[in-house]
């Protein structure tokens, strides 16, 4: 089964946006002016490396799907669309999560259990 074009364009932009973030995030961590040590970096690329897989995994499912819905032709493209939700997956998730944690929680209150 061949994947679809597009997704694969989000995802490998998402790659380039994750790899912004984490070069950026590995540059302050560097430069905060205090000493880095083995742990630390070692922890700035596990998380570098959890930002691209987790930015490209986003970009690869809601891309297509939130293309549609910007409002500037010009941010419409998948390449844009992929970049940006590869840079931005990252810094945004425990938000998200948070809003779906306590979402299912209100559900389930409204449900009776």
Do not use: C, K
């Not at 994750?18 to 880095?36: D, I, K, N």
């Amino acid at each position: 089964m061949i994947p679809d074009p597009d997704r694969l364009t989000a995802a490998l932009s998402a790659l380039a946006g994750g790899a912004f973030w984490g070069l950026f995030s590995l540059a302050t961590t560097l430069l905060a002016g205090q000493p880095v040590g083995r742990a630390d970096l070692l922890r700035a690329l596990a998380n570098v490396a959890a930002a691209l897989i987790g930015g490209a995994l986003v970009a690869y499912f809601l891309a297509p799907a939130v293309a549609p819905l910007i409002p500037w032709a010009s941010l419409r493209d998948l390449h844009a669309v992929g970049f940006g939700m590869g840079a931005l997956a990252w810094e945004l998730a425990p938000f998200v999560y948070r809003i779906a944690r306590a979402r299912a929680g209100r559900i389930e209150r409204e449900q009776g259990r």
